[in-house]
C-alpha cells in the first residue's frame, strides 16, 4: 500500500491548507478527491468550511484522530472510491471520538465497519430489523426469540432454561445406580402390544419426565420453524441445528422401544443406541442460545482451533521423542512400559503437571528424562495459550463495545 | 459522544487562538463557553493570558496534556456545565502532570475525580474529616479506629489483632485431639445449677481463653459503636457485621451451656450448634480491617464475581460435556465411574491439573479423553484469569496511586 | 549515537524547511547530505519537491512516518552513506505504512531490513530464487522442494509425509508384545547363508515395512541431492542432516542381520544397537521441512536456549537448596529420604507441581518445607517463561508479517 | 508537582521562541533560567544558537525528545538547581536517543541518572575505579575480582567456581549411605591424641576432599581481604558474608573432632552439630558472586518480598478458611483430618495444585469444597505472580541495559 508520489507536473495541482483546530495539514487537491463521497473529497461540500481571508479550510475537530483520517486519503494510491483504503486508528485515540470523526467527515459505512473491527468494536444493530412481517408469527417470534420485549416472552425464555437443566439432570441422574433402570428393557418383557410396552416404558419415571422435556423442545422448535421469518436461514442456524440433534436421541429410542421385540446385549443395536444416546449431551449446547458467556467460549475456541491443533501436534511429538527416550532408559519396568505407546500417557500426563501417580519412573535415568520432560512441557504448553486467551479477549470485548448508532430502540409493541 | 459540527453561521462566531508553549490550537469561541466555570470558558478569566500584539492567548503549559483538555471542550455538544462530558487524559501523559494542568484550568472537580479513576487514581481524602465534635467519644475514636494518630492507639490495634490471631489459634486448636472437649459436653453431666455447669465449662482451659477473647471483641465493638459519629452508617460498615457474626456464635454456645440440659449427639440441635460454630472463622475477616493487602484482595474478589460465575458455568458445562463422554467410553470401570455424576469429581481434578491420582481412566478410550479434557481445561481455565488479575493490580494500584491534594495532614491532637 | 551538534560555523550552512503534509521540519543541509545516495540527501533529486514561493521541500506524504526518518539523518553524527546508522519506527505507524515510506525517500535496503526486522516483519523474498537451471534437475527440484508448483510436487510431498508418518508408527508400534520381534534375533538362529538370514528377518512383517520405507527415504534424499542447485548448501542444511541420520540405524542394522553370527544380550554391542536405535526417532524431525509450526518452535526453542539454562540453572540450585534442608528435617523418613539426592526427585516433582504422590512428606517439618517448596517453585518457574512465550510470538509473527515487495511471484512453469 | 503559572506581571517577562527542527515551543523566559547550569538555562551558552533574524532560537536536535525536556523546565515550580525536578522521558522514544539529548541540553548527572532508572536502564560504570593503589594489593585484586582482566585471573576464577561445585557435591554425596560416616564418630572411638583422633577421621575420603576445599576457601577469603582496597565496604558486602558463614561449620566440626570425647546420638550437642552443618548450603550462594543469574533472581526475590509475604497470607487466610469448613463438611474422615489444623497440608497441596494424592475428600461435601478451595487457589496464586514476574525483568533488564558513557575500558595493566 504506497502513499501517493507526487503528481507529474505538481505545480498544475492545487495545493490545499487544512486547519484542524489549529493543527495544518497541506495536500493536493488529487488527494481528497480521490473519494468524492466523502466531506473532504466533495470541492462543494468542502467548501463551507473555507475561510477565504486565510485561504484555508477550517474544522474545529478533533486533532489527533484527524492524523488517521488524512492517511486515509493520502495512502494507497490505487484505491477508488468504489474499492476504498483501510482506516487505521491512532494508537493513542479512544474509539468512540474517533468513531465521531469518521461520521462527520462522512466516510463510507463499509469502512467505518472495517475499521471498528480491528478495534474489537462493532456498530449497534437494530435487533428488531429482522421481525415477520405478518400475525401472528410476529408476536410469536418476539415471545419466543426476544426476552426483554415482554414479561410473558420472559417467562418463556426462563421455563425453556429451566427445562433444558432439568433434561440434563434427567441424562445425568439416569446413569446412577438405582436409576439405570433401561426403558428399553423394561418394555421388552412385557410380550404384549406397542402400548403395552410403552406403558411398562413409563412406569419408569425419568422416562417419563425425558418425554415430558422432549415434548416442550419439540413444541418450542416447531412454533419457532412456522414463524422465522426466513426458513432457510433458521434451517442453517446452528443453534436450531443443536436443537435438532438433541431431539432426534429419544425419538430411535421410542421407536425401538414400540418396534424392536428383543434387544441382546453387546449386540451392535445396542451399541448404536449407547453412541445415540449421548447426543443428548448436546442438549447443553442448547444453552448457548441463552447465555452470552458460552456463545464467547464457542466463538473464541472456534477461533482458536488453528493454536489447539498446534498444541496438539506438539504434544504428540513431545510424546514421541520423551515416550522414546523413556522406552530405552526404564524399558522393564513394572510401570506397564514395555512399549512405547505404553509412556504416552505417562508423557501426557507429566507434561501438563496433572501427575496422577499411577505411573511414574523409578530409575535414576527414568526420573533425568521425566524432570526434563515436565519442564518442557510446561514451556511448550505456555507457548500457544496467549493466542487462545487473545480470542477469548477479543470475543468478549466485542461483544459488550458496541457503540451506539441511533436513539435507544423501543421494543415494538405486539399484535 | 459527537464532535461540535460548525456553527450554522461560522463567520458570525469569533476565531479564537490559544498558544500553548508554542503549539497554537484554534476554535470557534462558543466552544470554550459551553464551560463557563472553567478558566478557557470564562471571557474574563482567560483574558490575563491575553497578548494583543499576536491575537492570541498564551499559556506556558504542558502541551502534551492540552491536546486532552482541548478534546474536553469539544466533544459532546450536548453536555453543559451541569452535565459535563467525558475528560480522558491522552495515553502518553503521566497522571500528576495531566492533574495539575486540570487544575490550573479550573476543571470541574466531579470530572477529575471520574478522570484520575479510569487512570486507576484517586484523590487523597483527609483521613480526619470525619471524626466525632464531641469529647470524650473524639478521643476514644481516634484511639481505636486511627492507629496512627497516637502511641496508644497503635497499642490497641497491636492487642487488637493479637486477638484475633489468638481466637483464631483457639478455633483450630480447639479441634485437634486432646483439645477437643466440648465444654457442651463437660456442662452437661453436671447436674448442679447454672454455676456448677460454668464451673464444669471453665475447668475446660480454652472454653476460657474464648471467652476472654470475646469479652475484648464485645468490649471493642460497644465502645467503638458509642464513640462512632454516624451510628448509621456504622451498623451498615461491612466490617463492623462481620464484628458482631463474629461474636454471636460464643453467645448461642454460652446459652446452651447455661440452659440445655442434654444435647443428643446427631441431633437437629447438635447439627446447628455445629454449623453455628464454624461462622467462628469470620473472625479471620476482622483481619481485614488492618490489613490492606486483604481489604483489597476482597475488592478484587468483589468485582471479579463475573469472572468467577463465568468461570464456574465453563467449569460445570466441562463437567458434564466430558463426564459423559468419557463414561460412555469406560462404563464398567473400577473407579466408581458407574455414573457420569461419578465422573464429576475425576474431571474437575484433572481440568485444574490437580491430579491426585484417587481416580484415573485405565482403558484407552479413557486415556484418550483424560488428555482432552486437560489439555481443555488448562485453556478454559486460562481465560477469565486475565480479568481477574487485571481487578487486583487495580484495586492494588488504586490503593497506592493517590494524589496528594494538600500539604500533609497532622494527626488531630487529642482531648 | 549522539545527534549533530550545530556546525562550527552555524550561520554558513544552509537552513532547510521541508513541509511533509504540513508538518514543517527544519535543519542544517549538512544532516541531510550524510547520506547522498537517499531521495533527501542527493541535492538534485530533492529539487523536484522545492516549491520556490515558499522557499521549502514539499511532500505529500505520511507526517507520523517522517518523524523516524527524520531522526534517521539527525541522529549518529560518526554514521556515513557506507556505514549507516540505525532506522527506528515510530510507535504509533503501521510498519507498512513506514516501509512505503522508507521506499519513498529511498532508504538503504539494509537499513530497510534491519528496521523490519526489529518489529518482527521480514521482507517476501523471490521463493524461485535458487532454481537450478539445467534440467531435468530444475523439474525434479521443483517436484521435490516445492509443494505448491505442481499437482504431481503436492502428490509427492504428501506421499513422503505418509511415509514418516509410517516409519515413525513402526517404530513406536515394534515396541508393543507381539511385535517386538528383533529382526536380528530372527536371522541369528537362521545358521544359513546371509540370503537365508535376511529372508528370516524378513518375515518379520515390521521390518519389511521398515525397509520400505527406508528405501523411499534413501530415493528421495539421492534424487533431492542430484537435483540440488548447491552441493555445499545442501549438505550443511540442518534438515538434510535429519535426513541422513534417520536413515543410519537402519544399515547399521541390516549389516548386523548379514555380518554377525550371533550377539548375546547385554553385551557392548546389544546396548551400541539399542542406542542406535533410538536415533531412528530423528525420523520424526524430518517432519519439520512440511509443517511450518515446528519450525518456528524449533526457532523459538533454539532463540530460548539462555532462558532454558537458566531456568534449570534455578532448578537445580533450588533443588539443592531446599534438598538439604529437607534431609535435615525428615532424615529418617520411609520415602527414601535417607541422602540429599534421594530428596532430588521430590523437590523437582513439587516445584513443577505434578506431585505424582510417589514421594511427600509425613512429618510437620517435612510439610512446612514442602509447602514453601511448591509456592517458591511456582514463583521461580513463572519468571523465565515470559521470555520463551516471547520468543515463539517473535518467531511465530516472523512467519507470517511478509511484507510484499512485488507482484505475485508466478510458479515457473516445467521444463 | 504543579505546573509554573504565569508570572504575576507576565508582560515584563520576555517570550522566548525555540525551533527544534521546525516544531516551535515558546515560553517565559523564567521558565528557563530556572536551571542555570544548563544549556538552555543559561543566557550566555543559548546564545550561540540564536537567529537574529527569525528572533528564536534554532536546534537541529530530536523533536519529541524535547517535548520531555521542555516539560522538565516547565513543571515544578518549586524545584531548583539544587533541587531539581523530575525528568520523565516521552513515552514513544528510545532510551538512548533520549540518553543523548539529556548530554547535549547537559542536563544535570543525578537527574539523568534518575530518568534512565525508571527506564530500567543503568549508566555503564568504570569496572576498574575502585582499584587499590599500591602493589601487590592492585595485582592480587585484579587476579581474584577481575576474571576479565587476565588469563591468571580467569583461571582462577574457573578453579574457585569448580571448588565450589566440588564441596556441593561432597555435601550431597556425605549424606549418601555408603558415604554417610560421621568423621565425628570415627574419631571417636580412637581414644588416643588429637592427632590420632584427626587421624582417624582423614581415613573418611570425604572429609579429606571438604578440607581441601575449606582450605581453598579460607586462602581465597584471606587473600581478598588482605587486598581489599576497603577493608569496612568489604567486611559489610553480603557475597563476603556468605564465604564466612560457609566455612565456619567446618571448623566447628574440626574442633568437635580434637577436643570432644564423646558425642551422645540425640543429645543437644548433636542437634546443634546437624542444624550448623546445614549451613554448609551457603557454599551454594557463594556462586552468585560468578553468576550473573543468580544475582538478578535474588535482586528480583529481594524486591519481591512484599509480594511473597502478602501471596504466603493470602495462602494462611485461604487455609483457615477452607480448612475449617472442609473440617466441619468431613469430621470423621479416615484422611487424618480429625482437626482443622489437621486439614491445612490438604488445602495447600490443593491451592497450588500439586495434588499429590496422600489425602483428599471422598465425601460429597468434601469434594465440592475441594473443588471450591483448587479454584479460588489458582485465582489467589496467579494474582501477585505477575508483580514479581515484572521485578525479574526489571532486575534482567537493568544488567543488560547499560548505556555506554564513553570508549571501551582498557583493561588496566598488571604491576
Ligand atoms: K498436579
Ligand atoms: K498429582
New binding site residues.
Given amino acids: 500500500t504506497p502513499l501517493p508520489s507526487p503528481p507529474t507536473t505538481p505545480r498544475e495541482d492545487r495545493h490545499l491548507r487544512l486547519n484542524v483546530s489549529g493543527m495544518i495539514f497541506e495536500t493536493w487537491e488529487s488527494t481528497l478527491n480521490r473519494y468524492p463521497n466523502t466531506l473532504l473529497g466533495d470541492p462543494v461540500r468542502r467548501e463551507t468550511f473555507y475561510c477565504p481571508d486565510r485561504d484555508e479550510y477550517f474544522f474545529d475537530r478533533h486533532r489527533p484522530s484527524f492524523e488517521g483520517i488524512f492517511l486515509f486519503y493520502q495512502r494507497d494510491k490505487k484505491a477508488t472510491a468504489d474499492k476504498p483504503g483501510k482506516m487505521e486508528k491512532p494508537l493513542s485515540v479512544p474509539v468512540d471520538i474517533f468513531y465521531a470523526e469518521m461520521k462527520f467527515f462522512d466516510i463510507d459505512e463499509a469502512v467505518i465497519k472495517q475499521c471498528l473491527e480491528e478495534e474489537w468494536y462493532s456498530l449497534e444493530e437494530d435487533p428488531y430489523a429482522e421481525l415477520p412481517t405478518r400475525e401472528p408469527q410476529r408476536s410469536i417470534w418476539l415471545l419466543f426469540d426476544y426476552p426483554e420485549s415482554s414479561l410473558w416472552a420472559k417467562i418463556i425464555a426462563v421455563f425453556s432454561v429451566s427445562m433444558i437443566f432439568l433434561s440434563i439432570a434427567v441424562f445425568c441422574v439416569g446413569t446412577m445406580p438405582g436409576f439405570d433402570v433401561d426403558p428399553l428393557d423394561s418394555a421388552m418383557f412385557s410380550n404384549g402390544t406397542m402400548l403395552d410396552k410403552l406403558d411398562r416404558a413409563y412406569e419408569d419415571h425419568l422416562f417419563g419426565v425425558e418425554t415430558a422435556c422432549i415434548i416442550w423442545f419439540c413444541f418450542e422448535l416447531a412454533i419457532r420453524f412456522y414463524a422465522s421469518p426466513n426458513k432457510c436461514s433458521f434451517m442453517k442456524d446452528i443453534m436450531n441445528i443443536f436443537d435438532i440433534v438433541a431431539i432426534v436421541p429419544f425419538f430411535v429410542d421410542f421407536f425401538m422401544i414400540v418396534g424392536v421385540s428383543k434387544l441382546e446385549k453387546g449386540s451392535s443395536t445396542s451399541v448404536f443406541v449407547r453412541v445415540l444416546r449421548l447426543f443428548r449431551i448436546f442438549r447443553i449446547l442448547k444453552l448457548s442460545r441463552h447465555v452470552k458467556g458460552l456463545q464467547v467460549l464457542g466463538k473464541a475456541l472456534f477461533e482458536s482451533i488453528g493454536s489447539f491443533i498446534l498444541l496438539s501436534f506438539f504434544l504428540c511429538v513431545s510424546m514421541t521423542l520423551f515416550g522414546s527416550v523413556l522406552y530405552f532408559a526404564e524399558p522393564n519396568d513394572s510401570n506397564g512400559w514395555n512399549s512405547i505407546p505404553g509412556t504416552f500417557w505417562y508423557i501426557i500426563v507429566t507434561m501438563t503437571t ?4 499411577d505411573v511414574y519412573p523409578s530409575s535414576l535415568g527414568g526420573k533425568l528424562i521425566g524432570g526434563v520432560t515436565v519442564v518442557c512441557g510446561i514451556m511448550t504448553l505456555s507457548m500457544p495459550s496467549p493466542a487462545i486467551v487473545t480470542n477469548f479477549n477479543k470475543a468478549w470485548e466485542m461483544s459488550k463495545n458496541v457503540i451506539a448508532t441511533q436513539d435507544k430502540n423501543e421494543a415494538p409493541s405486539m399484535g
Avoid: A, K
Avoid at 354 to 357: D, K
Fill in positions: 496433572v501427575g496422577y501417580g
